[in-house]
């Protein structure tokens, strides 16, 4: 590119209009598939920060977002993926901002949390084909 840029990490979070309202984010999904695409038109590369463990996320959403990915890295838009893990935190006394705890997942069932498990492994191994992509040039 002209200006020396080649990559630019985007926020996508997600793809799933119902989290990223719920959370207040100021794309929808269409937003960042055509942010994502306009890039690479430019020959930038786009990292997104893909985050897991949202507390409305439902386990029917995952094969979704990895069917986006997938479309997307075989399209060669993304370079990489930055997978984060939503933590929410809040205190047990409103009084005492010290003691802050850590929410563990909201995947209540062990059938919710092994699919998120599941899921994990999915993205990890996205990131690991990509990561080999970039090392063979």
Known sequence: HSCGIRYAELGVETFDDS????????????DNLQAIRE??????????????GFEIEKP????????????LISEG??????????????????NDRSEL????SWHKTPNDRYKLEEYVNKLYKLNYYLLK????G
């Open 19 to 30: 989290v990223l309202s719920y959370y207040n984010k100021p794309s929808t999904v269409m």
């Open 39 to 52: 890039l690479n038109v430019v020959g930038i590369k786009v990292i997104p920060n893909i985050m897991v």
């Open 60 to 71: 029917s959403m995952y094969d979704a977002n990895i069917e986006y990915l997938q479309d």
């Open 77 to 94: 838009y993304i370079y990489y993926l930055n997978i984060f893990f939503f933590a929410d935190y809040k205190s047990d006394n409103s």
């Open 101 to 104: 705890k850590l929410i563990k």
């Open 133 to 136: 992509k970039i090392r063979n």
